[in-house]
């Protein structure tokens, strides 16, 4: 009953840009925190961005600061990753997560969140 389906994923030259989207089906995100990840072959996965269920927080990793902008509109139930300026190193499979609460924090890594997608591949080459 609970989904989380990502959507935007691509091939983009260095320097471009993509918009991953987040469509969250069989409940709400009203009171849920959002996450997005990405996992690079052979790496770990790591936390990108994050937002309160509000939208009023948002953290970013320090390899994206100033590059990526998390936003969302619950209104229509679906959370968002604008990527801006992308690098190869941008390259991998990035997947939206949600808390079962509402809290974003730089301390809040894989294990906090709950409900996943299955991911879509970004990759950045020339």
């Known amino acids: 009953q609970l989904r989380l389906v990502e959507s935007g994923g691509g091939l983009v030259q260095p320097g471009g840009s993509l918009r991953l989207s987040c469509a969250a089906s069989?409940?709400?995100?009203?009171?849920?925190?959002i996450g997005w990840f990405r996992q690079a072959p052979g790496k770990e996965r790591e936390k990108v961005s994050c937002i309160s269920s509000s939208g009023g927080t948002t953290n970013y990793a320090d390899s994206v600061k100033g590059r990526f902008t998390i936003s969302r509109d619950n209104a229509k139930h679906t959370a968002y990753l604008q990527m801006n300026s992308l690098k190869p190193e941008d390259t991998a499979v990035y997947y939206c997560?949600?808390?079962?609460?509402?809290?974003?924090?730089?301390?809040?890594?894989?294990?906090?969140?709950?409900?996943w997608g299955l991911g879509t591949q970004v990759t950045v080459s020339s």
């Open positions: 069989g409940f709400t995100l009203d009171y849920n925190a």
């Open positions: 997560a949600a808390r079962r609460t509402r809290g974003c924090s730089s301390g809040y890594g894989v294990s906090f969140y709950d409900y």
